[in-house]
């Protein structure tokens, strides 16, 4: 329906948001089972059971990734191309899972491209969509709502930072949506999980790759109750500072921020 908005490396969710199945696919999923939870451990499950994760928190956090990044990047981009916004209303969708659980594409019974103005308007996104799906991660999964928020809060944030990259979109008609990772609340009050999704980090920092970095993200994804999984290289709990020569002159080791 929208693929002409994406580009570059964008191309990858030109079709999450669909009005057409794929021809290959696993679990269907009416959005109103997802939005209730109902569908949540089965798909969980399958993920855990495909990378071999024993933690069931760790998976729920990891799953989460991929479901927010199929919804939010795509609204993002139709949203800022567009300026309309978008109607995510569960009654209106299924989503298309793979096999192992991560879902594939949103498919609508209509067009969500309704005729109200977008300018950052995420209403349906949180109110319809991450509300319940969040609060039925958490009641199964005992995870903080902040940690399926900042997960969601990534892919909003990078969204935006391709979108200004490839300079197909003038900086003003971004501006009403990255504005929004500056506000606690937004424009009609609700709930704003985007907000501050970043820290600042002091001069010297290094990610968990080794590299240089100015920031990184407020909250740990908590990945790491599984053995089997590391820290994500902008974790805070990943970065490094480098400590300054001790009085023997030798390199003390470096410091955890």
């Not at 491209?113 to 958490?138: C, E, F, K, W, Y």
């Not at 809060?153 to 504005?179: I, K, S």
């Not at 599984?226 to 820290?231: E, R, W």
């Amino acid at each position: 329906m929208y693929a002409r908005f994406f580009h570059d490396r964008l191309e990858f969710a030109a079709n999450a948001l669909s009005d057409t199945a794929p021809d290959d696919h696993g679990p269907v999923i009416d959005g109103r089972a997802m939005v209730d939870g109902s569908a949540l451990d089965d798909l969980v499950r399958r993920y855990a059971n495909s990378r071999a994760i024993d933690d069931r928190r760790a998976a729920a956090t990891e799953w989460s990734k991929f479901f927010f990044a199929r919804l939010i990047i795509p609204l993002v981009v139709i949203q800022c191309s567009t300026r309309r916004a978008l109607d995510l209303a569960p009654a209106h969708w299924q989503a298309y899972c793979h096999p192992d659980g991560t879902v594939d594409r949103f498919v609508f019974d209509q067009d969500p491209l309704g005729t109200r103005p977008a300018d950052g308007d995420i209403r349906s996104l949180v109110d319809d969509v991450m509300t319940p799906v969040t609060a039925a991660l958490v009641g199964e999964y005992r995870l903080s709502p902040r940690v399926f928020g900042s997960n969601a809060a990534m892919y909003y944030a990078w969204a935006l930072d391709q979108l200004a990259e490839q300079g197909h979109l003038p900086a003003r008609r971004l501006a009403p949506a990255r504005a929004l990772m500056d506000a606690p609340r937004r424009p009609d009050g609700g709930a704003n999980p985007f907000h501050a999704p970043f820290k600042t980090l002091e001069p010297g920092a290094r990610d968990g790759n080794g590299e240089p970095t100015r920031e990184c993200r407020r909250l740990c994804c908590v990945r790491d109750l599984d053995p089997s999984l590391g820290l994500c290289a902008n974790c805070p709990r990943a970065i490094t500072y480098p400590s300054p020569p001790n009085p023997a002159g030798e390199a003390a080791p470096e410091r955890v921020s």
